[in-house]
């Protein structure tokens, strides 16, 4: 019987929580975990706080670093800039209130 889902117990649903929340098991596990959760009242709170959890951790994980990125990237555009302007002019009392200056 291919459709055919095992039950399984909490214990075992909880184990493989966070694999299935990865899609790292079988289709069959898969199917039996997400049968549990569907059905167990007292594994579903566990379920949402791991993929609140999981939600969290990717937002933290890919925001900040990216944003470095793109601030490190500017500092240096900015940088470049400022010192190009210094090679070729003397600096002057204006460069003083470009924006590049005040962020920095
Ligand atoms: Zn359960």
Redo the contacts with the bound molecule.
Sequence with gaps: MPNEVRPI??RI?MQRLWDFLDEELTEDRMAEVRR?LDT?E??LPHHEFAQRFLKAMQASRAEPPHLVAVRRRALCVKRQKCRMTHLSSPPSSSDLDSPSYLEL
């Design positions: 117990d909490c649903a549990h167990c007292q594994c």
